[in-house]
């Protein structure tokens, strides 16, 4: 019995060790930067150049793509935790690619993702020995056909993987769990989702009245589809994008333009990188 226990443990004990991201973790917790303010709301910066000339960071970028080549997806057999996973592959994977093909001696060499070839095609990803792309993560796991037979797609990931863009939805800082708990209380990923739209929402970048006018980001014209097939938490279907945008804001001024308008016109999306700089010279927010 004593033998069977102890197997039991180091199987457990592996299989935690492979679904692993506090590497990914220490990353975030020494590069990316938190720059939200009153006139921009949540918004978070990475320093690749500080990354890309910090030992530490590159051994556990290696050491974290060694852990997700091992690792076995068929332990994912719940929404919560898959969802999760798959998050924080593409998130993980992104910063790797800029890292990767994106810098050079220690300093950036694009200023955009789009300037990076094939950065959302090419199957840079290894999980559990299957080749895979950004893309094959975002639009053919998290948001394809086998997760929407199941009923585990779901539209708040528009604004939770994150393209290393400052028009994209902020990256977290922290990396995304089935359950956390912070100062004592439990979360589970419905509500950090939430949480991550709700943030989402709240920047000028995403969402915004203009000339007396709703605009949005350019993701509710792109996967407008996603969007309007959302169900909330009370079984009601958003059928439009704004019905969707409803479920997660308050403001009386927004809430009144998304149920006198059809749908949000367009704030141009920003594909620079997401440094601190770039964030500092973007107008696309209209901050003032």
């Known amino acids: 019995m004593k033998l069977l226990t102890a197997l039991l443990t180091v199987l457990f004990s592996f299989s935690a060790f492979a679904a692993d991201f506090s590497?990914?973790?220490?990353?975030?917790?020494?590069?990316?930067?938190?720059?939200?303010?009153?006139?921009?709301?949540?918004?978070?910066?990475?320093?690749?150049?500080?990354?890309?000339?910090?030992?530490?960071?590159?051994?556990?970028?290696?050491?974290?793509?060694?852990?997700?080549?091992?690792?076995?997806?068929?332990?994912?057999?719940?929404?919560?935790?898959?969802?999760?996973?798959?998050?924080?592959?593409?998130?993980?994977?992104?910063?790797?690619?800029?890292?990767?093909?994106?810098?050079?001696?220690?300093?950036?060499?694009?200023?955009?993702?789009?300037?990076?070839?094939?950065?959302?095609?090419?199957?840079?990803?290894?999980?559990?020995?299957v080749r895979m792309s950004l893309d094959g993560v975002e639009k053919g796991v998290l948001l394809g056909s086998e997760y929407e037979a199941k009923g585990w797609k779901d539209a708040r990931v528009h604004f939770a993987v994150n393209c290393a863009s400052v028009g994209c939805p902020p990256l977290r800082t922290k990396v995304y769990k089935a359950v956390e708990t912070v100062d004592g209380v439990e979360k589970t990923l419905d509500s950090i989702l939430e949480e991550a739209v709700v943030a989402g929402l709240g920047t000028k970048r995403h969402l915004r009245v203009q000339n007396n006018k709703l605009v949005g980001t350019q993701l509710f014209g792109w996967y407008s589809g996603d969007f309007k097939e959302y169900v909330n938490e009370e079984g009601v279907r958003s059928n439009t994008v704004n019905g969707f945008i409803l479920n997660f804001t308050q403001d009386a001024q927004l809430v009144s333009k998304l149920k006198s308008s059809s749908k949000p016109g367009k704030i141009n999306y920003n594909w620079d990188l997401n440094t601190p700089e770039n964030f500092i010279n973007d107008d696309s927010a209209n901050l003032n």
Do not use: C
Request: proline fraction near 1%.
């Open 23 to 129: 590497n990914f973790q220490t990353i975030l917790d020494n590069h990316l930067i938190d720059i939200s303010s009153p006139a921009q709301g949540y918004a978070t910066a990475f320093n690749y150049e500080d990354a890309a000339n910090d030992d530490e960071a590159l051994e556990l970028i290696a050491e974290q793509k060694e852990i997700l080549s091992s690792f076995d997806i068929s332990e994912l057999t719940d929404k919560a935790t898959a969802t999760a996973f798959w998050i924080n592959v593409y998130n993980f994977s992104m910063i790797d690619s800029v890292l990767s093909k994106g810098t050079a001696s220690g300093e950036l060499i694009v200023n955009s993702v789009r300037k990076i070839s094939r950065v959302f095609k090419r199957k840079s990803i290894n999980i559990g020995g």
